[in-house]
């Protein structure tokens, strides 16, 4: 999370890189079976690793800006003790201050980066979001049961229709649950740096 924030392009970056050349890789298998020459391999290869570098870029382009508007003008600092940013993380989560005052300035930086996150700024859009996939899911499931029955994927599927449902109810009140302790979090570091200076 600190080197993210400090490089976000670059951390847009590589978790969708790593994805698309390990599936490209994967594909590389059936490839070598159904071409006949080394060289007939190497040119598909070659052009399979091109829509791996556009999908990659296009991805990681298309979600920076979020990632940059969540992280503001206040980056962690890049010297962070990871140690202190698990404890400040945990603070954020229960909306109090701790002990040591370097853990709570990195609690107060994640409090406004959590109060920046989609998810907490339009809960009603996410949960519309999550909605919207589970009746895809219930589509999907419906069309499987019908064509195929019972299967592990209809099975798996299922629980997973379930979870959406369930997280399309729970998100509005858990995104106001922990905007609210990043917002108290928040208050408290402000009320206690203004006494410190007004001492």
């Known amino acids: 999370m600190i080197r993210q924030q400090n490089n976000p392009r670059f951390f847009g970056y590589w978790p969708f890189g790593v994805v698309l050349l390990l599936l490209w890789l994967v594909c590389l298998i059936p490839t070598a079976h159904f071409t006949d020459t080394s060289v007939r391999f190497l040119a598909y290869a070659a052009l399979g690793l091109l829509p791996v570098i556009g999908l990659t870029a296009l991805i990681a382009e298309l979600t920076l800006p979020g990632v940059r508007r969540v992280i503001g003008d206040e980056p962690l600092p890049p010297d962070a003790d990871p140690v202190r940013l698990a404890v400040a993380e945990k603070l954020v989560e229960e909306g109090v201050l701790g002990g040591d005052p370097e ?8 409090a406004d980066q959590k109060l920046r996150e989609y998810g907490i700024l339009f809960p009603g859009r996410t949960s519309a ?10 589509a999907l499931l419906t ?16 629980f997973t229709v379930l979870v959406n449902g369930l997280a399309t109810f729970l998100h ?3 995104a106001a649950r922990d905007r609210h302790r990043a917002e108290s979090l928040r208050a408290a570091y402000d009320h206690h740096a203004a006494g410190g200076r007004e001492r």
């Open 129 to 138: 979001c999550l909605a919207v996939l589970t009746c895809v899911q219930i």
């Open 143 to 158: 069309w499987w049961l019908v064509t195929d029955g019972i299967s592990v994927d209809s099975v798996f599927l299922f």
């Open 103 to 110: 853990t709570n300035r990195l609690a107060r930086i994640r």
């Open 172 to 174: 509005p009140s858990i």
